[in-house]
């Protein structure tokens, strides 16, 4: 299994592009590794928060960057669960992720990622937090993945063969993370291929549907605190 960089779309397989366009939308341009499914791997090694289930395509993408020399650190905020005819929402330990983050980056780093926005300082990941509740959200990704040998570090969005970036997971990188922070889409396709694409892309990390999406979510935050304050009134 090699690894194919590939800096120019239109000249990647048809494949690539489809896939590369799926889980963007469009939102954002930033590095795409998409991996047949086909030699994937499961692993059999316990998760680093036993109370949050991990989707087979975390497991399958959490194996991958095991396999090829990194740490993986979970940050997604919180799983659902049915709990009889009720959802329940899952909520991973805030202090045992703030002690994984803090071990991986610098004190600046450490505060510039729980300090970005009123909300995340109350959750280190916007841990029960309405994401009506504030201007404009966003969702962290689902990986913080650090190199053994270096320890360097990356932020991984997991995507499986029909998923689709979100415009918070966007808004995430867009607008929240320093550029120096280095992020990437893990992509699986049900597709027989052997090589890793990474696909790297250069140009703005806001794509051309960002701002018109953008917009949408200020407008829907709108209209959500005037029927607050409508049914405060009542």
Not at 13 to 22: E, L, N, S
Not at 51 to 62: I, K
Not at 146 to 173: C, H, M
């Amino acid at each position: 299994m090699s690894l194919i960089r590939i800096d120019t779309l239109e000249e990647a397989p048809d494949f690539i592009q489809k896939c590369y366009a799926r889980v963007t939308q469009g939102l954002i341009y930033a590095p795409v590794r998409i991996v047949s499914r086909k030699i994937l791997l499961e692993p059999s090694t316990p998760t680093a928060f036993k109370t949050l289930p991990w989707d087979r395509f975390e497991r399958e993408a959490r194996f991958h960057y095991e396999n090829d020399g990194f740490e993986v650190i979970r940050l997604e905020h919180f799983a659902s669960q049915m709990v009889g005819d009720e959802r329940e929402k899952v909520f991973a330990d805030p202090q045992l992720l703030g002690t994984h983050l803090r071990r991986v980056l610098s004190p600046a780093d450490y505060q510039t990622y729980i300090s970005k926005s009123a909300a995340i300082q109350t959750a280190i990941a916007l841990n029960g937090i309405d994401p009506k509740l504030y201007s404009v959200s966003f969702y962290p990704p689902d990986f913080l993945v650090i190199n053994r040998n270096d320890r360097s570090f990356k932020f991984v969005e997991v995507k499986g063969p029909t998923d689709k970036l979100r415009f918070r997971q966007a808004n995430w990188y867009v607008n929240l993370i320093p550029t120096h922070w280095d992020y990437e889409i893990f992509a699986s396709v049900n597709r027989q291929f052997d090589d890793v694409f990474l696909c790297t892309p250069t140009g703005p990390r806001a794509g051309e549907h960002f701002a018109a999406s953008y917009q949408q979510a200020m407008h829907e935050v709108a209209e959500f605190r005037t029927m607050e304050q409508r049914r405060r009134n009542v």
